[in-house]
């Protein structure tokens, strides 16, 4: 039997907080979402002027970061012709995505979620998404 440890809601909320406290910053409004670690989605939002097509972008950014265990930035490194993981983002119905903005959520060295960002640019992104993950991991201690 394996035990699994796995964000709550209540998770999900600080992380969006903190997230979304960055994304007005910065003033750029994001759709941000949280998904446990296998990539389902907790929650979400989509702060107002959060683009459209964002909505997909920010939930497919967390669900790369949690159910693969790894930034989404680190598979843009990655998938270039020649690599032997070029085409990864076709994968999972196209889910997987190689654009900057998500990350997972480490707690004690187990995975336990991701977190994506999506309406900026990859940078903002990984700004806001970072911020996020900040802000939870600081309201542990």
């Known amino acids: 039997m394996i035990a699994v440890n796995r964000l709550c809601i209540e998770d999900a909320r600080i992380l969006i907080e903190g997230a979304r406290q960055k994304a007005a910053q910065i003033g750029v409004p994001m759709c941000i979402a949280v998904t446990d670690d296998s990539g389902n989605l907790i929650a979400f939002e ?3 002027g959060g683009k459209a097509h964002s909505v997909h972008v920010s ?3 967390a669900y790369t970061a949690g159910s693969a265990r790894k ?4 598979y843009n490194a990655a998938n270039v012709p020649g690599n032997l993981a070029f085409g990864i983002h076709t994968e999972s119905g196209g889910r997987i995505s190689t654009v900057g903005g998500g990350l997972p959520v480490f707690i004690d060295d187990q995975c336990v979620g991701g977190i994506g960002a999506s309406s900026g640019s990859p940078q903002q992104d990984m700004e806001v998404s970072q911020a ?7 309201s542990r201690n």
Do not use: V, W
Not at 132 to 138: A, I, N, R, T, Y
């Open 71 to 74: 930034a989404t930035h680190e």
């Open 59 to 61: 939930i497919d950014k």
């Open 46 to 48: 989509r702060m107002n």
């Open 132 to 138: 996020g993950l900040d802000h939870f991991l600081s």
